[in-house]
């Protein structure tokens, strides 16, 4: 399944299946973008993170894509599991300055 | 290692009263951020701290909302009066570095 954007809020994947989030960025400066996990009722969870001098960066089971050009941002999650349902959010940071700007989130539901 | 502390987990309170809110972070982490989170939006820096001093409140309503880290490690967030928008998830977060890790947040409900 994908998402395009932050303008698609839910994307529904089947158990097993590889899920991509997209993310659109607004600034061209920004150096440094994380990828959050955020469970109903929980604080986001750091899940991978990535600098502007890559375009990609493996985690377990994630993987980070970074298209400069285009200021798009992805997360692809790996033979998705039930326990990666939550709301997924992208952050890039402005300037170098440790300040965060995150984006609306998109939903994972991961059917069985 | 602990994580980010926040306490209370939830608090109501009816508009025009007053609250405060507590972080710990994770031991030695020189910056520690309050963020608002209003449902289904992403979380909204108000303030960020190193050490001590502030480095950016540019978005907190400073006519009801304060923060202080006099010592440099805990934090709190106070606000007074409070209004029925102020209803929002205050998530604290802290860094060593760039990375930033996030308590679970205190839930507000202003009726």
């Known amino acids: 399944g994908e998402s395009v954007g932050l303008h698609l809020p839910t994307l529904s994947v089947q158990e097993g299946d590889n899920s991509i989030i997209n993310c659109a960025y607004s600034?061209?400066?920004?150096?440094?973008f994380i990828w959050y996990k955020q469970e109903s009722g929980k604080g986001p969870q750091f899940i991978i993170d990535i600098r502007s001098n890559m375009d990609k960066r493996q985690g377990q089971r994630v993987t980070v894509l970074l298209n400069k050009t285009v200021k798009h941002l992805s997360l692809q999650i790996a033979a998705t599991q039930p326990g990666d349902s939550a709301v997924y959010f992208c952050a890039e940071n402005l300037l170098g300055g440790n300040k965060l700007t995150f984006g609306t989130g998109t939903q994972l539901k991961v059917e069985l | 290692e602990a994580g980010v502390a926040q306490s209370p987990r939830y608090k109501i309170i009816e508009k025009r009263q007053s609250v405060a809110f507590w972080c710990n972070p994770i031991?030695?982490?020189?910056?520690l951020y309050w963020y608002q989170q209003i449902l289904g939006q992403g979380p909204k820096l108000l303030i960020q701290f190193q050490n001590n001093g502030v480095v950016d409140d540019s978005q907190l309503p400073k006519d009801r909302f304060s923060a202080e880290r006099l010592k440099g490690v805990d934090s709190t967030l106070k606000i007074q009066p409070a209004k029925l928008e102020d209803s929002a998830v205050y998530l604290c977060a802290s860094s060593l570095e760039d990375t930033q890790y996030f308590g679970p947040g205190t839930r507000l409900t202003v009726l």
């Open positions: 031991s030695g982490h020189a910056t």
């Open positions: 600034n061209s400066a920004s150096d440094y």
